[in-house]
């Protein structure tokens, strides 16, 4: 099952804030982000395995809830080259290759 | 550049075709999954193959066929082309697996197919 992003979509004036959210009706093993450029492919921001941890890259870091099954990711201070499309990609491990399932997008638009 | 190189990048059949779609890597990995991505969506996994054999399949018809040949580039094939294959199709490699063995991606910058 798909796991559920919010929001949609989001507007940003440079060095605002925002975060962005993935929850999963299953117990998972670890949660990716992405992030999409138009006409690009997706590019891995960070992963982030259960025991709640949270990882960080420059100003943009990510938190794990293992107990609820939920991830966010938090944008500080930011700046144009952030816009794009963020995907959280879910895996649970099974016996025939793991595999990530992909939230529907968060599109986030940085402007001046 | 992401080292997995994908062809044709843009391509268009009509509905009932058939279409090939490519796959390599500089790195030669032996794992390699491909994603359906529609458009305003996230992708799709479609399947993955391990040293030539399937090894994981998403919910899509057994038209969606793949290969993985011994110097680990891949294709895709779609028979019986409809309407709704329009998409970006992906192709992903393994990074460099954590010890932990979690499955961190490199995509290929797709393959977008349109279907009149």
């Known amino acids: 099952q798909q796991p559920v992003q919010s929001p949609q979509a989001v507007i940003l004036r440079e060095g605002e804030d925002a975060v962005i959210n993935c929850s999963s009706s299953k117990a998972l093993y670890s949660v990716h982000w992405y992030r999409q450029k138009h006409g690009e492919a997706p590019v891995f921001l960070m992963i982030l395995l259960k025991g709640g941890e949270q990882k960080g890259h420059e100003k943009i870091s990510a938190s794990f809830n293992e107990k609820k099954q939920q991830s966010s990711l938090y944008l500080t201070a930011s700046q144009l080259s952030y816009s794009g499309t963020y995907f959280c990609?879910?895996?649970?491990?099974?016996?025939?290759?793991?595999?990530?399932?992909f939230g529907t997008g968060t599109q986030l638009k940085v402007e001046l | 550049e992401t080292g997995v190189t994908q062809s044709p990048t843009h391509l268009i059949k009509t509905r009932g075709q058939q279409v090939t779609l490519r796959c390599s890597s500089q790195?030669?990995?032996?794992?390699v999954s491909w994603y359906q991505q529609a458009l305003g969506q996230g992708p799709q996994f479609i399947f993955q193959y391990y040293r030539e054999e399937e090894n994981g399949r998403g919910n899509f018809p057994p038209r969606f066929s793949g290969l993985q040949f011994p110097n680990y580039s891949s294709e895709l094939n779609v028979n019986a082309l409809e309407l709704d294959d329009s998409a970006l199709y992906l192709c992903?490699?393994?990074?460099?697996?954590?010890?932990?063995?979690?499955?961190?991606?490199?995509f290929g910058a797709g393959s977008r197919l349109t279907v009149l």
């Open positions: 790195s030669g990995h032996n794992t």
């Open positions: 990609g879910t895996e649970i491990l099974t016996g025939g290759g793991n595999k990530l399932t």
């Open positions: 992903a490699i393994p990074r460099g697996t954590p010890s932990s063995g979690a499955n961190v991606l490199t």
